[in-house]
């Protein structure tokens, strides 16, 4: 019995004092249990630590700030959307690998496209050589993509282009297909990635200089607001600024910047943040610390809320609202003992699903060694369907929600993004952080401290410093790219360059021309020059002409 | 004034975005003492040879990640030699397939590191190639 004084007696019914006495005598592992960005984290997280108002930080699903999720029902209306994102060699093989896809119960399709249409470069640009079709699919006119989309109700699916540069051309040329399927554009869905600043930050296929850049995605949005309401302009996102190295927190808080940034353009330029914002969506990394990444997805939804009401001042609920797509870290995958990625990805798909996302791409077992085979993308495709049909998370909206470390862990990158976004104003803005390389530095010395952090053990990854097997684990297929498919994509080329009315593609070339120099609509002009088959590269052409190249800053 | 420094070009060929290994490398080797020239992205194989030749390099470490490495890597092999620079140490990294290491390493890539290799280690085999070709020469003059 140990009641022979008061201080004894505070110390039985107070737990955390035991515990504590406990945890110092505790032997730890020698490990680092710091977060996977580096954060410090307790042992154990209670009410103490956590400062919360429950209306006005937490509230309830599809109530303000939203950071238990958009929708009161959440996946009991409707699951997340299943989208794999695939694109290879020339348009008529990745229109089968697309047709493949929607036979195996995927619900929307996400188009990759290859480093030449990326750059806004023909295939049969010298250039180009070698990397037609090799990472995505080739698009180098309205001509491909027609054959990209031959057989596909466009009406019907919902297609999600991952593209930035040139994203207002291939969009033109998605527009324009549209109409010669009989589709109106006024019911097409989608998704275009359009978000160029991630790409100086992070990505890197840019085409022109900044201020331009942002100027045509601003006429994207207002010609889309009129002519074609369904489909999101532009999906700001962090997964390439968190594959390039970056922390969880930079990946919001860079993200949601750049997200702040498109929204003062597009008021700027004149139109009402309700006419666009709500077509404002986002796209997530989700990576392998499962708490970091839900807290992260939390955090974006409530700091969107807030900044959207309180700064910007929309007043339509969608507005509010972060929607996001997700895709499963690749960086994440290690090219030793493969198979062990299906893993991985399954956790990081968890982490998403509980964190609220509205699609989601899990990467395949392979894609450290190649573009995925048909096999690993089934696999990864399954591994979606399992936790939406098997596990039972998709029952209960935000699950984790009012856990003391989930809190506490969005209460921390919420405050760390807003530390990130003083930075950023200080430094005068997006534009002129991008010019001087900060965002670039931020993500490279977050890379290189990961990457040390593995060589030196303190974080683990199975196959590569720890659990090591000999080179020759188990041989998987590799999934080639035939040679052919850029012969068979310049060849088309070639064809199309004779047999169009070449002196409609001049007019049409003239028009984009005079309307990067008198301010016109620059996506109007690009669906009428798709529709005379003017190409990617010709249409690019104009762009670098008349606006200049970024010249990349040096932070080496 | 102490030992030689090594010279190393890191090249990002092609395309190819794809930054994070290439500049995780080079921040690593400046750690190890050797002078890093970084192209910066999109180069051509012919630039990044004569960016070599200008910056007098003892090694090209070229990185790649779009697979158009059969392509690009030759090519950058060839306007090194066509340059008189056919004696540097040529390396490379990305996502490169197996038979595709063999056949670039029989092509005159003296090593290609695949993902998850010790960045010390690419640090470490430079040192000891470079060694061993300055010791040759040594003896050899």
């Known amino acids: ?556 | 004034m102490g030992e030689r420094r090594i010279r190393v070009l890191v090249g990002k060929p092609g395309l190819d975005g794809h930054d994070r290994g290439a500049k995780t490398v080079a921040s690593v080797l400046r750690d190890h003492g050797m002078e890093i020239v970084y192209t910066g992205l999109h180069k051509t194989p012919e630039a990044i040879a004569e960016i070599a030749v200008q910056e007098d390099v003892d090694v090209v470490g070229l990185s790649i990640l779009s697979g158009a490495h059969m392509e690009l890597f030759p090519r950058v092999r060839e306007a090194l030699g066509a340059r008189g620079m056919e004696h540097v140490l040529l390396v490379g990294g990305g996502i490169i397939p197996k038979d595709d290491i063999a056949a670039l390493e029989a092509a005159g890539f003296s090593k290609l590191f695949g993902p998850g290799t010790n960045t010390d280690d690419i640090a470490n085999y430079i040192k000891a190639e470079m060694q061993k070709r300055w010791t040759k020469e040594g003896a050899d003059a």
């Open chain 1, 1 to 556: 019995m140990s009641r022979n004084n008061d201080a004894g007696s505070v110390s039985v019914v107070d737990p955390r004092a035991i515990w504590e006495q406990a945890f110092r005598k505790a032997k730890l592992r020698d490990v680092d249990f710091s977060t996977l960005s580096g954060d410090e984290l307790q042992p154990v997280y209670g009410p103490d630590d956590v400062e919360l108002d429950e209306h006005a930080d937490l509230a309830l699903p599809g109530v303000f700030p939203y950071t238990r999720g958009i929708h009161p029902s959440m996946y009991r209306g409707r699951l997340w959307t299943m989208r794999q994102f695939a694109g290879f060699g020339a348009a008529h093989e990745t229109n089968q690998r697309f047709k493949f896809l929607l036979e195996h119960g995927q619900t929307g399709l996400s188009t990759a496209f290859d480093f030449p249409t990326l750059m806004g470069r023909d295939a049969d640009d010298p250039l180009c050589k070698g990397e037609v079709g090799q990472v995505g699919v080739a698009i180098s006119s309205l001509k491909d993509m027609e054959s990209l989309m031959q057989g596909i109700p466009m009406d019907q699916v919902s297609t999600s282009m991952t593209i930035n540069g040139p994203a207002p051309i291939v969009l033109a040329f998605y527009i324009a297909c549209a109409e010669k399927q009989g589709v109106d554009p006024k019911v097409i869905r989608g998704t275009v990635q359009n978000d160029i600043l991630k790409e100086y930050q992070a990505q890197h296929a840019w085409l022109v200089a900044p201020e331009p850049a942002l100027r045509m995605i601003t006429d994207v949005m207002a010609y889309c607001t009129e002519h074609v309401p369904n489909f999101n302009t532009i999906s700001i996102s962090g997964y390439h600024i968190r594959e390039a190295g970056s922390t969880a927190a930079q990946e919001l808080a860079f993200t949601l910047a750049n997200g702040m940034e498109y929204v003062r353009r597009g008021v700027a330029a004149g139109l009402d943040v309700d006419q666009f914002a709500p077509r404002l969506s986002f796209f997530f990394d989700s990576h392998l610390d499962f708490f970091e990444e839900i807290a992260k997805f939390r955090a974006a939804r409530r700091i969107w809320a807030r900044k959207m009401k309180n700064d910007f001042g929309a007043k339509d609920p969608r507005s509010w609202m972060c929607r996001f797509h997700t895709q499963t870290a690749g960086v994440s995958l290690t090219a030793q003992q493969p198979e062990n990625n299906i893993v991985r990805t399954a956790f990081e798909a968890l982490a998403a699903v509980l964190g609220g996302t509205q699609s989601l791409h899990t990467n395949s077992m392979d894609e450290t060694l190649s573009l995925p085979t048909e096999k690993a993308v089934k696999i990864a495709l399954r591994t979606q369907q399992i936790i939406a049909e098997e596990v039972e998370v998709a029952n209960v909206a935000d699950p984790l929600g009012g856990s003391w470390f989930v809190e506490s862990q969005t209460n921390r990158l919420e405050a760390e993004a807003e530390r990130y976004f003083e930075e950023i104003e200080q430094r005068g803005g997006v534009v002129p952080s991008i010019q001087a390389g900060y965002f670039q530095s931020e993500i490279h010395r977050s890379a290189v401290r990961y990457q040390r952090a593995v060589e030196r053990a303190q974080k683990r990854v199975v196959g590569v410093n720890c659990f090591v097997e000999d080179e020759a684990g188990p041989e998987i297929e590799i999934h080639r790219i035939d040679p052919a498919s850029e012969r068979h994509t310049v060849d088309s080329l070639r064809e199309l360059r004779e047999t169009r009315d070449a002196g409609q593609v001049q007019r049409e070339l003239d028009a984009v021309r005079a309307a990067c120099k008198d301010g016109g609509n620059l996506l109007e002009r690009f669906v009428a020059a798709a529709h005379a088959y003017c190409t990617l590269g010709e249409i690019a052409q104009v762009l670098r002409e008349e606006f200049g190249e970024f010249k990349e800053p040096k932070i080496l």
